[in-house]
T-cell receptor
Framework: KAGVTQTPRYLIKTRGQQVTLSCSPI?????VSWYQQTPGQGLQFLFE???????NKGNFPGRFSGRQFSNSRSEMNVSTLELGDSALYLC????????????FGEGSRLTVL | DQQVKQNSPSLSVQEGRISILNCDYT??????FLWYKKYPAEGPTFLIS?????DKNEDGRFTVFLNKSAKHLSLHIVPSQPGDSAVYFC??????????FGTGTRLTIIP
């Protein structure tokens, strides 16, 4: 069974640009969560989607947004990029929410110059 | 406000010995705890979990202990193997909702 797939794996942007990251969950999984990993901060929760609805949101500014499609695939968008947005963005999926255990993709490494 | 803390950024242990990774939390509403392991260039993978109704959970070489009064959990790996070298994250949640992660501990197993 294929795992969680994230694209692109690496990307470089400049300040002020916007970026869209994509996540395809494990087949049959309907819940998708996004996390930001930076050195010294661990993994910080961005948002969670289930059945195309945002269930939870972390403490990130409105520049960070996401959505989920009917096939459970998810995208996150960051507008007006700042240097501090440079991070590894991880997507995780589970069959349903409330399981606790998540299956993570390999992440999208974003560098903002 | 770091609700889940891993105060040791790194730990080195001889192969065959016990590795003990520690984690503290501040939110008394957390009732479900997990450990994840992460290799470079890979996403974290689930290792073991424990519910707040238990104080110990075992899975092969991995045991997680939970001390609710101290708001402390630990992961024991016995015996440690070279393949255990990775970054370990503890995570906590309330009612299995969004996970709050610690900053990670890099474990190095010395052959």
């Amino acid at each position: 069974k294929a795992g969680v797939t994230q694209t692109p794996r690496y990307l470089i942007k400049t300040r002020g640009q916007q970026v869209t990251l994509s996540c395809s969950p494990i087949s049959g999984h309907r819940s998708v969560s996004w996390y930001q990993q930076t050195p010294g901060q661990g993994l910080q929760f961005l948002f969670e989607y289930f059945s195309e609805t945002q269930r939870n949101k972390g403490n990130f500014p409105g520049r960070f947004s996401g959505r989920q499609f009917s096939n459970s695939r998810s995208e996150m968008n960051v507008s007006t990029l700042e240097l501090g947005d440079s991070a590894l963005y991880l997507c995780a999926s589970s069959y349903i929410p409330h399981t606790g255990e998540l299956f993570f993709g390999e992440g999208s490494r974003l560098t903002v110059l | 406000d770091q609700q889940v803390k891993q105060n040791s950024p790194s730990l080195s242990v001889q192969e065959g010995r016990i590795s003990i990774l520690n984690c503290d939390y501040t939110n008394s509403m957390f009732d479900y705890f997990l450990w994840y392991k992460k290799y470079p260039a890979e996403g974290p993978t689930f290792l073991i979990s424990i519910s707040s109704i238990k104080d110990k959970n075992e899975d092969g070489r991995f045991t997680v202990f939970l001390n609710k009064s101290a708001k402390h959990l630990s992961l024991h790996i016995v015996p440690s193997q070279p393949g255990d070298s990775a970054v370990y994250f503890c995570a906590a949640s309330e009612k299995r909702e969004k996970l709050t992660f610690g900053t990670g501990t890099r474990l190095t197993i010395i052959p």
